[in-house]
């Protein structure tokens, strides 16, 4: 069942250096985040400035090579799935808001330089580098917390045979790759991590946190409080 909530748009808008403490791996080139060591400071890698990109991917064991996020999905039978990158916005204005492909929702603030925006919305699964979000870290200060997520839009949810993964591209230090794993058969939708800026130091946390419904209950477990309503794309 397709989940197509939209929000109503609020008012106000060389060699890599080591893992800053409290990554999750230890190659010099990637930080996995995992349960054990779910954070990472982008501000301890010289990592706040320029575009950060963050890029959803899957894989599946069933097939040779590596697809987009949005191919088919093995063992989820032939339907097609369209599975969106999206992410809840809080600057430090006190301004609040969604981006994402539905309602073409595209970039945030709504008007001016985005310091987010999505790359487009690729619905069949032949975009190679599949969906990418920019983030623009020259802007730290203005930014509060931004929480990344995916959500079905269409097909039924099969998480353990698309076998995610998310990787973020700072300007400056290691990639830094969280896995969806433990998948939840029963949710449409998954928290992927957490930018939050802690008095200046913009670190992120690892969620990978299932939510059996759209971005109307993402809201809701993070207390971001936006009014939603129905939507399309």
Do not use: H
């Not at 069933?62 to 992410?87: E, M, N, T, V």
């Not at 690729?122 to 920019?134: P, Q, T």
């Amino acid at each position: 069942m397709a989940i197509d909530y939209n929000k109503r748009p609020s008012q106000g808008q060389g060699a890599a250096p080591p893992p800053a403490a409290g990554g999750g791996g230890v190659s010099l080139s990637k930080v996995t985040l995992t349960k054990s060591a779910p954070s990472v400071s982008l501000t301890k890698q010289g990592a706040t400035s320029g575009q950060l990109r963050v890029n959803l991917q899957w894989s599946s064991g069933a097939a040779p090579q590596k697809k987009g996020l949005f191919g088919r999905l093995a063992g989820g039978g032939s339907g097609a799935i369209d599975l969106d990158l999206a992410c809840l916005w809080e600057f430090s204005d006190g301004s609040k808001g969604v981006v994402q492909a539905l309602g073409n929702a595209f970039q945030a603030p709504y008007r001016g330089a985005p310091i987010i925006r999505l790359d487009g919305d690729d619905r069949s699964g032949s975009a190679v580098g599949g969906e990418n979000m920019f983030i623009d870290l020259s802007r730290v200060n203005e930014i509060r917390r931004i929480l990344v997520f995916t959500f079905i839009y269409e097909g039924v949810p099969n998480w353990a045979s698309a076998d995610g993964v998310v990787t973020l591209y700072p300007t400056a230090g290691p990639e830094i790759e969280v896995r969806l794993d433990e998948p939840d058969p029963g949710s449409p939708t998954c928290v992927i991590a957490m930018l939050e800026n802690r008095g200046g130091e913009l670190v992120v946390q690892r969620e990978v946190r299932y939510i059996r419904g759209g971005q109307a209950d993402v809201d809701r477990a993070y207390g971001w409080g936006m009014e939603w309503t129905r939507g399309s794309k």
